[in-house]
């Protein structure tokens, strides 16, 4: 390969270790959830109290740009393996604030489900795994689930104006939860 001559020096951009998806950048914002944020979400309530309020679940770092109109914002959530009970950790899920904007989902490392929930037709849910790209339609709320024994990675790319609407889930919350059974991994509807 022929070396670089150039006269002008082309910037060094962010990068993204695509094994992991932790990002190389200077202006990174992190957000951590742990089992004391998650009050509720889980269907074993006194299952969450007995483990460490200061258990870290699920970690988000982003890649930060401009908060306006048009902009998009990179992330990635990095989802620990456990259970709540016999429930697989999770993320809160949120529908976007701004209801039509949509999402897409890489997957980079372990493995999961993504539960999808659109306003106004049945729940559904795809495998996540290094290598899958999931389209999250306008109008649907989003959650990951951990199914694995490794962290679960998975990058994201939003609009920077969509917004996170948690409190339109609850109480009722998603309509699928996923379980671990003697069995097998059980994907089941929640008011079961
Ligand atoms: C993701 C999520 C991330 C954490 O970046 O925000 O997975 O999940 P919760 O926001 O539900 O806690 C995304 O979907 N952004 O829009
Ligand atoms: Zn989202």
């Not at 740009?65 to 950790?89: C, I, N, R, W, Y």
């Not at 993320?91 to 493995?111: D, K, V």
């Not at 849910?125 to 689930?145: D, K, M, N, Y």
């Amino acid at each position: 390969m022929k070396s670089l001559q150039l006269n002008v020096f082309p910037c060094v951009p962010p990068q993204v270790d695509l094994l992991t998806g932790r990002f190389d950048a200077e202006n990174l914002q992190y957000k951590s959830t742990c089992i004391r944020d998650l009050v509720g979400i889980f269907r074993d309530e006194s299952a969450r109290q007995l483990l460490p309020d200061s258990l870290e679940v699920y970690r988000v770092e982003i890649l930060v740009s401009p908060q306006q109109e048009g902009e998009l914002l990179a992330g990635t959530t990095h989802l620990m393996p456990g259970k709540v009970g016999d429930e697989f950790f999770m993320t809160r899920g949120h529908f976007h604030q701004r209801r039509e904007q949509a999402e897409f989902y890489f997957g980079l490392r372990g493995c999961g489900i993504l539960l999808l929930q659109p306003e106004a037709a049945p729940a559904y849910s795809e495998l996540v795994f290094a290598g899958s790209v999931h389209h999250i339609p306008s109008f649907t709320a989003h959650r990951l689930v951990n199914t694995g024994n490794d962290i679960l990675s998975a990058l994201a790319v939003w609009p920077a104006m969509a917004g996170h609407d948690y409190q339109a889930l609850q109480p009722e919350g998603f309509s699928l939860r996923v379980y671990d059974r003697e069995d097998g991994v059980f994907l089941e509807a929640a008011n079961v």
